[in-house]
């Protein structure tokens, strides 16, 4: 198995650019998860997926940020228009009720 | 008051030291517990579970106390290939997987 698939590794954009990040989950696995990693904040979970249903997104910051999850093998999540303090690692991870999580190498963000 | 809280450390240890690091978790009805291994620059991986009676992995073993809602992870004969941060995983009661909150890590630097 793969794992969890992201892309891009690293994304370098300007502040007002639109920003997609992509990810593709362990196959089988029903469950899908966002997180942002920061010095100062830690790890954050900003929305999860079951069966492509978001069931959580109350972490998610603020109407700039969405995520789709059109099928069981793809997730994007959007920052539009992008600031600089969405400047971060980004991580998708997923899972089964059976399986513990597995995260992606993650995109680090940085917005000028 | 955050629901998971660790110590950042940094934890300094030569080679061949045991070394300890606690969690603690803020509810009392939280479900399952885990301990991930982040290396720098590079996703959180499962390193353990966490079970009530408490369970080795070789050089580690991972403890709970649910009447004190802390866990604790031991390293014993630590290696140079331990460095990295350690983040303590609480899952919450109440849905289908859970709540999953994550602390923000013990640093752990191992020299020879």
């Known amino acids: 198995d793969a794992g969890v698939i992201q892309s891009p590794r690293h994304e370098v954009t300007e502040m007002g650019q639109e920003v997609t990040l992509r990810c593709k989950p362990i196959?089988?696995?029903?469950?899908l998860f966002w997180y942002r990693q920061t010095m100062m904040r830690g790890l954050e979970l900003l929305i999860y997926?079951?069966?492509?249903?978001?069931?959580?997104d109350s972490g998610m910051p603020e109407d700039r940020f969405s995520a789709k999850m059109p099928n069981a093998s793809f997730s994007t999540l959007k920052i539009q228009p992008s600031e600089p303090r969405d400047s971060a690692v980004y991580f998708c991870?997923?899972?089964?009720?059976?399986?513990?999580?597995?995260f992606g190498n993650g995109t680090r963000l940085t917005v000028t | 008051r955050k629901e998971v809280e660790q110590d950042p450390g940094p934890f300094n240890v030569p080679e061949g030291a045991t070394v300890a690091f606690n969690c603690t978790y803020s509810?009392?009805?939280?479900?399952?517990f885990f301990w991930y291994r982040q290396d720098c620059r590079k996703e959180p991986k499962l390193l353990m579970s966490?079970?009530?009676s408490g369970n080795e992995d070789g050089r580690f073993t991972a403890q709970l106390n649910r009447a004190s809602q802390y866990i604790s992870l031991l390293i014993r004969d630590s290696k140079l290939s331990d460095s990295a941060t350690y983040l303590c995983?609480?899952?919450?009661?109440?849905?289908?997987?859970?709540?999953?909150?994550f602390g923000r890590g013990t640093q752990l630097t191992v020299w020879p």
């Open positions: 991870a997923s899972s089964s009720p059976v399986t513990p999580l597995h």
């Open positions: 196959s089988g696995h029903d469950y």
């Open positions: 997926f079951n069966n492509n249903v978001p069931i959580d």
């Open positions: 509810n009392s009805a939280s479900q399952s």
């Open positions: 966490v079970y009530s």
């Open positions: 995983v609480v899952v919450d009661r109440g849905s289908t997987l859970g709540r999953l909150y």
